[in-house]
């Protein structure tokens, strides 16, 4: 079956940079969109970033300039470089597999805590 591991996430003080790394396995990787999602205590899951198979990117608008989501189909691994971490951007990050026509696939997440 389908498994999304996330690793990477921890603790880092403001202005600090963490690097998220989603395996996948089970699935044909390079026909999926890949996205990050993120979930703060008593907020709702939303999206950080996603990559088209096409390579295409978009971004949240409060972490543009900051997060580059990058993918290897070669390592079946998807990124997510954040730079100039905020503790606005404490959440736990999870990683989101889709194609048409198919229910999406979650990892179990990551937590990433920016604090000093």
């Known amino acids: 079956q389908v498994q999304l591991v996330e690793s990477g996430g921890g603790l880092v003080q403001p202005g600090g940079s963490l690097r998220l790394s989603c395996a996948a396995s089970?699935?044909?990787?390079?026909?999926?969109?890949m996205g990050w999602y993120r979930q703060a205590p008593g907020e709702q899951r939303e999206l950080v970033a996603g990559?088209?198979?096409?390579?295409?990117?978009n971004y949240a608008n409060s972490v543009k300039g900051r997060f580059t989501i990058s993918r290897d189909n070669d390592k079946n691994t998807v990124y997510l470089q954040m730079n100039s971490l905020k503790p606005g951007d404490t959440a736990v990050y999870y990683c989101?597999?889709?194609?048409?026509?198919?229910?999406?696939?979650w990892g179990q997440g990551t937590q990433v805590t920016v604090s000093s």
């Open positions: 089970g699935m044909i990787f390079n026909i999926h969109t």
């Open positions: 990559i088209t198979t096409d390579g295409n990117t």
């Open positions: 989101n597999a889709r194609r048409p026509k198919y229910s999406p696939n």
